[in-house]
């Protein structure tokens, strides 16, 4: 709503080019907010920034190797506009098409304790429906580890703490770590397909 996840997403997009021969597509889910809602909080300005990024359809998930998803919190759950693109996946989940990828989220949350680690752990229980092998963030990124300063991250997925009014931007650590999962995720895949 605001580019936090777009930004963590252009991160996580650079560490996963850095692994050779990786394709990287960054693709965007289905607004759901009025725009009334949206030009009252402000946030519609500020989608302008991600407004080239195209929208993803649910059969385009089959195509890949790996899906790395990005979401905003919303009371310690994904937000519905990611809830409602995975409920699209009923045909997918059907053929087994995403069965054995590589699938990782990362977020956003308006406040350090904001359901960081339950938004992504439960988004993972769909993945999991869908057949997917979870990837999150071991502690060789020694960003986990980060104690001088308020930070997001976790081992389950980079986070970003966006403060209450939205005003906080990711962070170089936060960002470093979202780097690290996409290189991370990437790998995996390349290893998963030998090569």
């Known amino acids: 709503m605001y580019g936090h996840v777009y ?4 991160a996580v997009a650079e560490g996963a080019r850095s692994v050779k021969g990786a394709e990287v597509k960054l693709y965007q889910v289905q607004e759901l907010v009025p725009d009334a809602a949206l030009e009252s909080s402000g946030a519609k300005a500020a989608r302008k920034a991600f407004a080239h990024i195209p929208m ?14 990005g979401t905003p919190t919303r009371f310690g759950n994904m ?22 990828k ?19 752990t439960s988004f993972y229980n769909t993945l999991i429906h869908l057949g997917m092998i979870v990837a999150g963030v071991p502690y060789s990124e020694k960003g ?4 001088s300063e308020i930070t997001g991250g976790t081992p389950y997925g980079a986070t970003t ?14 960002l470093n770590i979202a780097r690290f999962q996409g290189q991370h995720v990437a790998m995996l895949a ?3 397909k030998g090569n």
């Open 56 to 69: 993803a359809e649910a059969n385009q998930l089959a195509e890949a190797d790996a899906l790395i998803f």
């Open 79 to 100: 937000c519905a506009q990611m809830r409602n693109f995975l409920d699209q996946t009923g045909g997918l989940w059907m053929k087994g098409a995403l069965i054995g």
């Open 161 to 174: 703490l966006a403060g209450p009014d939205g005003s906080r931007k990711p962070s170089e650590n936060e």
């Open 7 to 10: 930004r963590m997403a252009e």
């Open 144 to 147: 986990l580890l980060n104690m």
């Open 102 to 120: 590589i699938g990782s989220v990362f977020a956003s949350t308006g406040t350090q304790h904001g359901g960081q680690e339950t938004t992504i």
């Open 190 to 192: 390349a290893k998963m």
